[in-house]
């Protein structure tokens, strides 16, 4: 989802090393058990905060409100929210929940995806779901707090989340890649903080992991909810393939969804049959 991206927002083994320092080499290693092909290399020289890093899970809670100030406004965020059954709330019951549930993904994301940060204090966060892997099992969702949104959520914001929106990314995001769809990155939340917009930290966090799915031959896939952020997208070479609609209120809730191609490495073996395949033509 993107908020400024949402449902992603550009609203923009432990080592002795230090985790937070990435410098551009790449090797093949695994996230939480599967092979991810390439990722950043953790260098033992501090790194600036321009740099990307991965977020481990004790610092869950500030990538989490990173997310919910990026989101903090979004339409589906708060689709979630403003229902007519929680019409009493005051606002800041609102934003408690709105950073719950942000705070329930990241860990989730941590345990069994991947979380990527860029920027001073957590200034734009990436939760991306690997090849292979999902966050549908009981343990994550126990051991996350997703679980405790069945209680938190209204009657009408349960229905919104676990009947109509979690079942319709699920099942579009399967009819559009096909049996594709296991070998796929999904990039679940990209979220920029307001005041760390217009850096480029979004494009950074992106492009991280698309260099990955390039070396591994694999599609990446989103669903945009901001109007303004297909574009941006599209320079990162995502194109719309559907739009999708909640329903559940009087509001047009659209999400775009998006997918990227892998791109063949300069002087890769698929590059040299493509342009030998040009040349005959």
């Avoid at 303004?228 to 909640?246: D, Q, T």
């Amino acid at each position: 989802m993107d908020a400024g991206y949402a449902v992603t927002s550009i609203s923009e083994p432990k080592s002795a090393l230090n985790p937070a320092s990435f410098a551009g080499v790449t090797l093949s290693v695994r996230v939480n058990g599967v092979a991810t092909g390439a990722k950043p290399v953790p260098q033992a020289s501090s790194a600036s905060d321009e740099n990307v890093r991965i977020v481990p899970i004790e610092e869950y809670k500030e990538a989490a409100l990173s997310l919910a100030k990026a989101f903090e406004t979004d339409h589906v965020a708060r689709y979630f929210i403003d229902t007519p059954d929680r019409a009493d709330w005051t606002e800041e019951q609102k934003w408690d929940l709105h950073l719950e549930i942000m705070e329930y993904m990241t860990y989730a994301h941590c345990l069994k995806g991947l979380v990527t940060t860029v920027g001073p204090n957590f200034g734009a966060v990436a939760l991306w779901m690997p090849p292979g892997q999902n966050m549908d099992d009981r343990l994550t969702e126990f051991r996350s707090g997703l679980w405790r949104l069945r209680y938190r959520l209204s009657p009408e914001g349960k229905k919104r989340f676990f009947t109509e929106f979690m079942p319709l990314l699920h099942d579009t995001k399967a009819s559009v890649l096909g049996p594709r769809d296991d070998d796929s990155w999904y990039l679940v939340y990209l979220g920029t903080r307001p005041e760390a917009r217009g850096r480029g930290y979004a494009r950074k966090l992106v492009e991280d992991v698309t260099r990955m799915a390039d070396v591994e031959g694999c599609p990446c896939y989103l669903e945009s909810s901001n109007d303004v952020n297909p574009k941006i997208y599209a320079k990162m070479g995502f194109a719309i393939r559907k739009k999708i609609h909640l329903q559940r209120t009087d509001e047009n809730v659209e999400l775009d969804i998006m997918v990227r191609e892998p791109k063949a490495r300069a002087g890769s073996f698929t590059e040299k049959v493509s342009e030998r395949r040009t040349e005959r033509l």
